[in-house]
């Protein structure tokens, strides 16, 4: 069943449930609580805490369920001094009863199965386990399919689910790991791609059936990154597995959601469209996240070296003005770059010294303040050419400065502007190339950035 018009709600400072519509209130009711309590949707919850910290509307999918039936909605929360209004739309519910898989329940729904839901971000909306099934985690609302269960690529490397997420439609033969109430439990997960009527791809519907496959409990320390827990990083497959299954998939989804966003195929209500426009920009986030593990797994591979060109950092530094130009005049900054008769020739590889320039003049675009200016400059000192780019920015401390360069450091950032591998990967490729690059900066006066090589005749 589905309701078309808006159901409100009123959440005070304390996050009591003030007011509410009748179909919001039956739900907190049924989930234990009432109005004057504290808001009993754990989802929602959530949601309404992060908008009254971030002090801005927020509008995501709401996803609950009680004994009755399975709650799925779109709801935008506006917080205020006071508290925060509550407006939910799209309002859906199906019957608990309806099976979770139909097409699958005659072969593949067995006492020792869960059932599960997700939607189109792979967020987890439904799960149940047989009978005989292990116990399901307790916090798994909410959480998305590569949380709950730690996917493994097959044969060729690659991921089902993934592919599947992809081209939207259903898979079999996901291997994954999961937890269980003494072990780590392994598992084989099944899937079909579930739409609306107006054939909208919606998520996945499946079951996770236990195999005989035996688990690790505690898998070889050497293989691992303690950064990235399971991820063996020091394997040298993992990279092009790692690279082949992800940047395919996520290049579709960036692309699919970017066209949601810019409304090509048909106007669309505005907060879709801002749902769409914040997918893109996570899928970007995660494409750049998959070339900076190539390039960690790359340049960390015992033996590697950097191409010897003759290069012009002057050039390298115009091209990557040319390049970020634009991201610097959304924020009214503007950059002040080399000259072209500004000559700097240098010794070095040609696209990884472009990648280093832009990953500092990136960096100082992202923590530059609106309306500020930007310098990059590039000299000579002995036998070393040099190329440096400084900003206006907040500037480091010297604690700070001391780990600046090293992996996975972002400096206590939680934005999601970056990995903290850039500036730990841009001085590792420098020192690759007999150079170095170094930090000069003080709280409060910017941050001058200086990648150093050696020099040629001019």
């Not at 005070?12 to 007011?19: E, K």
């Amino acid at each position: 069943m589905r309701s078309e018009h808006i159901i409100h709600g009123r959440i005070d400072r304390a996050g009591l449930l003030i007011s509410a519509d009748a179909p919001l209130l039956r739900l907190q009711q049924r989930a234990g609580a009432g109005l004057g309590k504290p808001l009993a949707l754990p989802h929602l919850a959530r949601l309404v805490a992060l908008a009254q910290r971030l002090q801005t509307d927020l509008s995501r999918p709401l996803h609950a369920a009680d004994d009755h039936s399975d709650v799925h909605a779109l709801v935008r929360i506006i917080p205020d001094s006071d508290g925060a209004n509550v407006e939910i739309s799209d309002w859906r519910t199906r019957p608990v009863a309806q099976p979770l898989m139909p097409a699958l329940a005659a072969t593949s729904v067995t006492p020792q199965s869960w059932t599960w839901e997700c939607d189109q971000q792979l967020r987890m909306v439904a799960l149940r386990a047989g009978a005989e099934a292990p116990p399901i985690p307790e916090e798994w609302e909410g959480q998305s399919l590569s949380e709950l269960f730690e996917l493994q690529p097959d044969e060729d490397g690659r991921f089902p689910v993934l592919r599947a997420l992809a081209r939207q439609i259903g898979f079999d033969g996901q291997r994954v790991r999961a937890d269980g109430p003494a072990a780590r439990v392994s598992m084989v997960v099944s899937g079909e791609a579930l739409f609306d009527a107006t054939a909208r791809f919606t998520g996945f519907r499946g079951v996770a059936e236990p195999t005989d496959e035996p688990v690790e409990a505690h898998p070889p320390q050497v293989l691992v990154d303690p950064a990235f827990g399971s991820l063996p990083l020091s394997d040298p497959i993992f990279g092009r597995r790692i690279d082949g299954a992800l940047r395919g998939p996520l290049s579709r989804i960036i692309a699919t959601a970017e066209t949601i966003s810019g409304q090509f195929d048909g106007p669309i209500r505005a907060d879709y469209a801002r749902y769409a426009g914040d997918i893109a920009h996570a899928g970007r986030h995660l494409l750049g996240l998959v070339d900076d593990l190539a390039d960690l797994q790359n340049i960390e591979r015992p033996g590697f070296k950097a191409a010897q060109d003759e290069i012009d950092l002057g050039d390298l530094a115009r091209r990557a003005v040319g390049l970020l130009g634009m991201k610097a005049e959304e924020k009214g900054i503007r950059i002040d770059a080399p000259r072209t008769d500004d000559q700097m020739p240098a010794t070095g590889e040609f696209r990884r010294v472009l990648q280093v320039l832009l990953n500092l003049l990136g960096n100082a675009i992202r923590y530059s303040p609106e309306n500020s200016m930007i310098w990059i400059r590039v000299d000579r000192e002995g036998d070393r050419a040099m190329v440096t780019v400084a900003d206006q920015g907040q500037g480091i401390d010297p604690e700070q400065q001391a780990v600046v360069f090293e992996k996975f450091e972002r400096l206590g950032r939680t934005d999601s502007g970056g990995s903290g591998l850039g500036l730990y990967i841009a001085r590792r490729l420098a020192r690759a190339m007999d150079g170095d690059l170094t930090v000069d900066s003080a709280p409060g006066q910017g941050a001058r950035f200086t990648l150093s090589l050696p020099a040629r005749a001019i």
